[in-house]
């Protein structure tokens, strides 16, 4: 080995050379979910949920950021929207449409699946939805549970998704995990059967190692590897996986938000490297191409929900 060959690249080296393998990289899908710092399921509890309205709101100003990172980096993407949200803060899902992201729905009071009977259910989602598309004056046609709770003891969820106008659900996370997941659930974009229609399910990313299939697809699993870990496993994923889906939600990158009472485990997780989690998201958008889900996915892609050329569907940002 020569002495040249040995030494470290510079950072102008290493800047080209991440420029040359983003490239080369499949284009994944980047998606937001847009909820308060206190909506967290894991600190969840009916007085703190009265409470809602009294907690300093964040969400906001953490989001207006992502959408600033992501402009800087020419990328669009899907941010799943609570409606209870929408509904406080509408000029900011005007926004978040009027930059050509898509608007889909994260539901409207963020309970659990698994708290909510199908009445519950259809009335939630069906709120969200003609909230958000009041709001953006196009169809909204995306789910995505509250903490992924679609699971084979919910999966009733999928024909009420159906019947209420959803075309496609990001909520089944195909692992073994203590709050959620369908471990065996296919791990890529598929199509599910129901009685009232199909719907496809675009699950979050996983990667699969010594038989296991790992979850690498954001939130607290972003937070936790040291970056250089992520990018191997997602480089990984993404030769078995294509495109991925990454999440993220606005609260992860504010380090300053209170602190939540909740179990230990709850807040480790919750609270876990979060003043990274910035400048990590930084690095993945200059290693990866994004885009939004109903963009970039084959199959949702062909149901041309996408408005045309961001014309007269999209409402102007005031
Ligand atoms: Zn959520």
Same mark, same amino acid.
């Given at each position: ?51 809602? =309205? #009294? $907690?300093? !709101?964040? @969400?906001? %100003? ?7 990172? +992501?402009?800087?980096?020419? *990328? ?42 199908? =009445? #519950? $259910?259809? !009335?939630? @989602?069906? %709120? ?7 709001? +953006?004056?196009?169809?909204? *046609? ?43 659930? #296919? ?14 399910? +675009?699950?979050?990313?996983? *990667? ?111």
């Amino acid at each position: 080995m020569t002495t040249m060959s040995r030494m470290p690249a510079s950072k102008g080296e290493e800047d080209q050379l991440r420029v040359r393998a983003r490239r080369q990289s499949k284009t994944h899908c980047l998606t937001f979910d847009i909820e308060e710092h206190f909506q967290v399921s894991a600190f969840e509890s009916p007085v703190q949920r009265r409470s809602w =309205d #009294q $907690f300093e !709101s964040r @969400v906001e %100003r953490n989001t207006y950021k992502i959408l600033e990172m +992501v402009r800087v980096h020419n *990328v669009r993407a899907t941010f799943f929207v609570l409606g209870w949200i929408a509904e406080r803060h509408p000029d900011l899902v005007r926004s978040i449409a009027a930059e050509g992201h898509e608007v889909a729905s994260h539901g409207y009071a963020h309970q659990l699946i698994t708290a909510q009977t199908p =009445d #519950q $259910f259809r !009335s939630d @989602v069906r %709120r969200a939805k003609e909230i958000l598309e009041d709001i +953006v004056g196009e169809a909204v *046609v995306g789910y995505r549970a509250p903490s992924f709770t679609i699971m084979e003891e919910t999966k009733w969820a999928l024909p009420i998704l159906v019947e209420e106008g959803y075309r496609y659900d990001s909520s089944i996370f195909p692992i073994v995990h203590d709050r959620y997941g369908m471990p065996g659930a #296919q791990p890529h974009c598929h199509q599910r059967t129901t009685p009232f229609g199909p719907i496809w399910e +675009v699950p979050p990313a996983t *990667v699969r190692i010594a038989g296991t299939r790992f979850p690498v697809a954001g939130g607290g699993y972003f937070r936790f590897f040291p970056y250089p870990v992520l990018r191997m496993l997602l480089r990984k994923a993404e030769a078995e996986l294509e495109p991925l889906v990454m999440y993220l939600h606005p609260w992860e990158i504010d380090p300053e938000q209170p602190r939540m009472r909740g179990p230990l485990l709850s807040r480790f997780r919750h609270y876990l490297n979060l003043e990274k989690t910035e400048s990590r998201l930084m690095c993945l958008l200059s290693d990866f191409r994004f885009g939004p889900i109903r963009d970039i996915m084959t199959p949702i892609q062909a149901l041309n929900v996408s408005p045309p050329d961001k014309g007269d569907a999209v409402v102007e940002c005031v």
